[in-house]
């Protein structure tokens, strides 16, 4: 399973970012998909989940009510719409593909190559 993330970048505190994850093999709706993050010198931690058929999402509390997962499973992509964003937000994000675990982890198959979200304040 192959997962190619993009749309990080530099936003000042309060902006938007959106993050995508394109899995183009066959299996894409098999997996829940979710974006784990880390920070520098910190380890990394779960952000948000979507289970295959894209009828549960899962959060953690830090991100709530200001983040978003999707899923569109014609495009084989997921996507985390990322809104009111804040500097400890700033982290590398990580794409991945694997199985929900309770309502905060995921157990991880699969991981894309990173991308970097950095929030001035």
């Known amino acids: 399973v192959q997962l190619q993330a993009s749309g990080g970048g530099l936003v000042q505190a309060g902006g938007s970012l959106r993050l995508s994850c394109a899995s183009p093999?066959?299996?894409?709706?098999?997996?829940?998909m979710g974006w784990l993050r880390q920070a520098p010198g910190k380890e990394r931690e779960f952000v948000a989940a979507?289970?295959?058929?894209?009828?549960?999402?899962y959060y953690a509390d830090s991100v709530k009510g200001r983040f978003t997962i999707s899923r569109d499973n014609a495009r084989k992509t997921v996507y985390l719409q990322m809104n009111s964003l804040k500097p400890e937000d700033t982290a590398v994000y990580y794409c991945?593909?694997?199985?929900?675990?309770?309502?905060?982890?995921?157990?991880?198959?699969?991981w894309g190559q990173g991308t970097q979200v950095t929030v001035s304040s």
């Open positions: 979507i289970s295959g058929s894209g009828g549960s999402t």
């Open positions: 093999g066959r299996t894409f709706t098999t997996y829940a």
């Open positions: 991945a593909a694997g199985l929900v675990r309770g309502a905060q982890a995921m157990g991880v198959d699969y």
